[in-house]
């Protein structure tokens, strides 16, 4: 075992990213890059304070042969959770990343296909409203309810399907994980090519999300005009359909990155935030109750689509609320 791979393996064993081993150390996360990836060698005066922070011996850290035996136990973690480690070949790494994005466009698509669900139903009462479709309100709500629910049916079944193909790597975020040597410098040479991309389509996403309301407000311009109803209606579906492609994107790109994160152990996926994020599926399965409850009882689809980007500013809140308590039960 080199260098890399020890300052890797003690880095994640204390459950710290590399932004937290850096600021221990005084130097650039960049740096504390350099050196896993066995670009770059800490100085002496560095391989000490390393030592020190991992609480192993200089001679563990500097010799290839000596093993985990030497390190100092009067530094050991014991914070009264079973650690279950796994390790991940490079065959593993090239199938989980090649899954991942498969299933960050089948997810994303999902997600879009949601918020446009409501688009048939909203169009089909409009029709029904100005006396322009046969059967009135009633075939107008029958029809649109279930073109709606046929349309999340397909969704969810996307969701399931790209859940159960991920199966099979559920431990990436249950277990905390060892990378066989050249793992990680392999994941980090994608990621870094994959980075542009990433910053791209999550900004053009969130200016889409930000934008989406000029549809609504062009229609007050048409205040006190005869068409200003259906300029109305046209700008909600617009509104409905940019937001889906801003979505898209934005999820998209995150499970892509997230994926990078999850064998690096980096982001939202170190050895920490593994554990305070197990309940993240139910905080999200209340969100999705609370948006249908709300949209089909008020039948505001043009407005209830609000509920997301409102649950995605208050799962920060949650997710360090939820870091906060897993360090208090450690302690």
């Keep these: 075992m080199i260098l890399a791979d020890k300052i890797i393996e003690n880095r994640k064993k204390n459950g710290w990213s590399q932004e937290d081993l850096a600021e221990r150390l005084g130097v650039s996360r960049q740096s504390v890059s350099k050196w896993e990836g066995a670009q770059a060698v800490p100085d002496m005066k560095k391989i000490l304070q390393l030592a020190e922070a991992f609480g192993v011996t200089t001679d563990y850290l500097l010799r290839d042969e000596i093993e985990e035996r030497f390190v100092s136990d009067s530094i050991s973690i014991d914070n009264g959770i079973e650690e279950t480690t796994r390790t991940v070949s490079m065959e593993e790494a090239n199938s989980f990343l090649k899954y991942n994005a498969k299933a960050a466009s089948t997810i994303s698509t999902g997600v879009m296909l949601c918020i446009l669900s409501p688009i048939i139903l909203i169009f089909l009462a409009w029709q029904a409203d100005e006396g322009k479709l046969a059967g009135g309100e009633n075939m107008a709500a029958m029809v649109g309810v279930t073109v709606l629910l046929v349309i999340v049916a397909i969704a969810v079944a996307m969701f399931l399907t790209a859940a159960m193909r991920g199966k099979p790597y559920e431990y990436l975020e249950e277990m905390d994980i060892e990378t066989e040597y050249g793992v990680s410098g392999m994941v980090k040479e994608r990621r870094d090519d994959y980075g542009e991309k990433h910053s791209r389509l999550l900004i053009i996403g969130i200016i889409l999300c930000v934008l989406s309301v000029i549809p609504l407000i062009l229609t007050e311009l048409l205040h006190y005009s005869s068409e200003r109803d259906m300029a109305a209606i046209l700008g909600v579906l617009i509104l409905l359909a940019i937001v889906a492609v801003g979505v898209k994107m934005i999820v998209l790109t995150c499970i892509r990155q997230g994926g990078f994160d999850k064998l ?10 593994k554990r305070s994020g197990k309940y993240d599926g139910i905080y999200w ?47």
Excluded at 264 to 273: A, H, I, K, Q, V
Excluded at 291 to 318: C, E, H, K, N, Q
Aim: glycine letters at 4%; charged letters at 20%; zero cysteines.
């Design 264 to 273: 690096l152990e980096e982001g939202d996926y170190t050895r920490l935030n």
């Design 285 to 331: 399965a209340i969100v999705l109750a609370a948006y249908l409850a709300w949209s089909f009882i008020t039948s505001r689809w043009d407005m209830t689509w609000i509920i997301w980007p409102v649950a995605g500013a208050l799962f920060v809140a949650y997710h360090e609320i939820m870091k906060a308590l897993v360090r208090s039960v450690k302690k």
